[in-house]
């Protein structure tokens, strides 16, 4: 089975916590129902989201979030073949922003849509190096 990684950024409609919540129990269950991980790093105006697990499965997820009325002007950043996950233990890892992310300034000023897929693969790639339980469920 080949294996996807792919990444993309959009604009939450209606952010909150319920609404975050709502996302974030919504993405692990149909993850885990369908064989795919991966991580939300989210800001009160920007979600930046990595997707693996079987090409297809990861395909139909997109192609569902481009059709979600919660996330505005997607744009994908990278999608490619995959050998290892980074999140090999989480259904959708939520983290709050790091101080080594983008400042909310930076996000504001374009940073999203000026960053390439090298650097967004290394802010995910530093995140799954950080220690921490796996939300299932």
Same mark, same amino acid.
């Given at each position: 089975? $080949?294996?996807?990684?792919? &990444?993309?950024?959009? $604009?939450?409609?209606? /952010?909150?916590? @319920?609404?975050? %919540?709502?996302?974030?129990?919504?993405?692990?269950?149909?993850?885990? *129902?369908?064989? =795919?991980?991966?991580?939300? =790093?989210?800001?009160? %105006?920007? /979600?930046?989201?990595?997707? @693996?697990?079987?090409?297809?499965?990861?395909?139909?997820? /997109?192609?569902?979030?481009?059709?979600?009325?919660?996330?505005?002007?997607?744009?994908?950043?990278?999608?490619?073949?995959? @050998?290892?996950?980074? /999140? #090999?233990?989480?259904?959708?890892? %939520? %983290? #709050?922003?790091?101080?080594?992310?983008?400042?909310?300034? @930076?996000? $504001? *000023?374009? *940073?999203?849509?000026?960053?390439?897929?090298?650097?967004?693969?290394? &802010?995910?790639? $530093?995140?799954?190096?950080?220690?921490?339980? #796996?939300?299932?469920?």
């Amino acid at each position: 089975m $080949r294996l996807m990684q792919l &990444i993309y950024t959009s $604009r939450p409609f209606g /952010f909150g916590p @319920e609404a975050l %919540d709502d996302i974030l129990m919504s993405a692990r269950r149909h993850n885990r *129902a369908n064989g =795919i991980t991966g991580a939300l =790093i989210c800001r009160a %105006d920007l /979600f930046v989201q990595l997707l @693996e697990g079987p090409r297809s499965a990861v395909t139909r997820t /997109f192609g569902r979030i481009l059709q979600d009325d919660r996330h505005l002007d997607v744009a994908l950043l990278h999608a490619d073949d995959l @050998e290892t996950r980074l /999140f #090999p233990g989480w259904d959708m890892r %939520d %983290d #709050p922003p790091r101080s080594w992310m983008w400042s909310l300034a @930076e996000v $504001r *000023a374009g *940073a999203a849509r000026e960053a390439t897929a090298a650097s967004v693969r290394a &802010i995910f790639a $530093r995140l799954a190096q950080e220690v921490a339980e #796996p939300v299932r469920g």
